[in-house]
Every structure is written in structure tokens, then in C-alpha cells.
């Protein structure tokens, strides 16, 4: 089982629509997690960081899921420029930072 | 303050010759993290380094790569004897305490 899993997509949906994304992870002692952008050719940017409380940054909201094992990101009212390759990551409490293989989100117009 | 660097943006290599990536951190950040991302593929951790001191190199080959962070100057990346299977892009990112990373933009690494 790979550490960090995601649907790779395509997830194609409208602009204003609202899009969820989940990511599982295999190592229950992970610590931290987050959610990182990547565009096409470009390097990852963080997005979010997820706590364990949930949190929302405008039109994004992680979630943590401990018992389950999993983070997702919702994206509201999605815009044009949302299209991306969206990177789940989990630390496993050092410096070790697991990397998702992605999903990709086009918004259409 | 500027990002980070990296140079160069793209590299094309012939097999047998040797590559060297180049970061240059944040400034103030101590902490370089180097990844290798292939086409399709998620970034895969190479080696982690502090200031003249390489942490966890538990992601890099044994043979044929190394990685240096020295006291002055920028992260280097070195592949000696590329191969067609080192294609790919490189990032560095660095971080001011081991936890947020800021990424450059990637060496773009083609070997005919």
C-alpha cells in the first residue's frame, strides 16, 4: 500500500461548482499535513496546512480524519484558475515529507 | 527577499557526462530539501541538508549522486554518469526550521 494515496482525476467540473478531494495515508503516527498547488511545469506551492480542528482559508477547507486515516480539501465556488494539480503531503513527525502523486482539477468555463 | 533559485532551468545532458544543479536557498534558511519529480509521478524525497551537513540521504542513490549544502554558497546536486532513466525535474526547497518548505522552480534534467 503506498504511504499516501490519491485519485488522480481528472476531476473536470463548472466554474462555481463545489469539488472534494480526498487523500489516505498508511502510517497512523503521521504528524502533520497539508495541502499543496502544483501547476503544469511549475513547482509545488502550499495551499493550506490541515489541523486536526479543520480549517478554511476563504473559498478551501481542509479536514483531518485520524481515525480514518485520511485529509480532503473542498473548493467552493471554483474558479478558472483553480485548475491544477492539487499535492496531498504527510510528515511523519521529522523531516520526512510524503508526497502524493496528485489530482488533477480542470474548471471549465 | 528573494525565493528560491535554482539553475539551471533546464539542463540537457549527454549519457556518461555529469550533471550539477544548483540551489540557492531563502535567505536565512538553513534547511535544503532536494526531490525528483518524473513525469506523471508525485515528488519522490532525495536528501535532506543543513548547513554543511547532509541529515538523511536515505532517497538517493548510492551511486552516482551526491549533494552538498557548504558553509557559503549554494545546495549542489551532482549525477555522475547520467543515464537515460535520471530524466526528470529536480526541486529544491528550502525552509527556515525544517517544517514549511518553499520550493524553486526545478531543474528540468534531459539525458540523450
Given at each position: 500500500?503506498?504511504?499516501?494515496e490519491?485519485?488522480?482525476g481528472?476531476?473536470?467540473?463548472?466554474?462555481g461548482?463545489?469539488?472534494?478531494?480526498?487523500c489516505?495515508?498508511?502510517?497512523s503516527?503521521?504528524?502533520?499535513?497539508?495541502?499543496?498547488?502544483?501547476?503544469?511545469r511549475?513547482?509545488?506551492?502550499l495551499?493550506?496546512?490541515?489541523?486536526s480542528?479543520?480549517?478554511?482559508?476563504?473559498?478551501?477547507?481542509?479536514q483531518?480524519?485520524?481515525a480514518?486515516?485520511?485529509?480532503?480539501?473542498?473548493?467552493?465556488?471554483?474558479?478558472?484558475?483553480?485548475?491544477a494539480t492539487?499535492?496531498?503531503?504527510v510528515?511523519?513527525?521529522?523531516?520526512?515529507y510524503?508526497?502524493?502523486?496528485?489530482?488533477?482539477?480542470?474548471?471549465?468555463a | 527577499?528573494?525565493?528560491v533559485?535554482?539553475?539551471?532551468?533546464?539542463?540537457?545532458?549527454?549519457?556518461?557526462?555529469?550533471?550539477?544543479?544548483?540551489?540557492?536557498?531563502?535567505?536565512g534558511?538553513?534547511h535544503v530539501?532536494?526531490?525528483?519529480?518524473?513525469?506523471?509521478?508525485?515528488l519522490?524525497?532525495?536528501?535532506?541538508?543543513?548547513?554543511e551537513?547532509?541529515?538523511?540521504?536515505?532517497?538517493m542513490?548510492?551511486?552516482?549522486?551526491?549533494?552538498?549544502?557548504?558553509?557559503e554558497?549554494?545546495?549542489?546536486?551532482?549525477?555522475q554518469?547520467?543515464?537515460?532513466?535520471?530524466?526528470?525535474?529536480?526541486?529544491?526547497?528550502?525552509?527556515?526550521?525544517g517544517?514549511t518548505?518553499?520550493?524553486?522552480p526545478?531543474?528540468?534534467?534531459?539525458?540523450?
Amino acid at each position: 500500500r503506498k504511504e499516501v494515496e490519491q485519485d488522480p482525476g481528472p476531476f473536470n467540473v463548472p466554474e462555481g461548482a463545489t469539488v472534494a478531494f480526498n487523500c489516505t495515508y498508511s502510517n497512523s503516527a503521521s504528524q502533520s499535513f497539508f495541502w499543496y498547488r502544483q501547476d503544469c511545469r511549475k513547482e509545488p506551492k502550499l495551499l493550506m496546512s490541515v489541523y486536526s480542528s479543520g480549517n478554511e482559508d476563504g473559498r478551501f477547507t481542509a479536514q483531518l480524519n485520524r481515525a480514518s486515516q485520511y485529509i480532503s480539501l473542498l473548493i467552493r465556488d471554483s474558479k478558472l484558475s483553480d485548475s491544477a494539480t492539487y499535492l496531498c503531503v504527510v510528515n511523519l513527525g521529522t523531516y520526512k515529507y510524503i508526497f502524493g502523486t496528485g489530482t488533477r482539477l480542470k474548471v471549465l468555463a | 527577499n528573494a525565493g528560491v533559485m535554482q539553475n539551471p532551468r533546464h539542463l540537457v545532458r549527454r549519457r556518461g557526462q555529469e550533471a550539477r544543479l544548483r540551489c540557492s536557498p531563502m535567505k536565512g534558511h538553513s534547511h535544503v530539501y532536494w526531490y525528483r519529480q518524473l513525469p506523471e509521478e508525485g515528488l519522490k524525497f532525495m536528501v535532506y541538508l543543513q548547513k554543511e551537513n547532509i541529515i538523511d540521504e536515505s532517497g538517493m542513490p548510492k551511486e552516482r549522486f551526491s549533494a552538498e549544502f557548504p558553509k557559503e554558497g549554494p545546495s549542489i546536486l551532482r549525477i555522475q554518469q547520467v543515464v537515460r532513466g535520471d530524466s526528470a525535474a529536480y526541486f529544491c526547497a528550502s525552509s527556515p526550521d525544517g517544517e514549511t518548505q518553499y520550493f524553486g522552480p526545478g531543474t528540468r534534467l534531459l539525458v540523450l
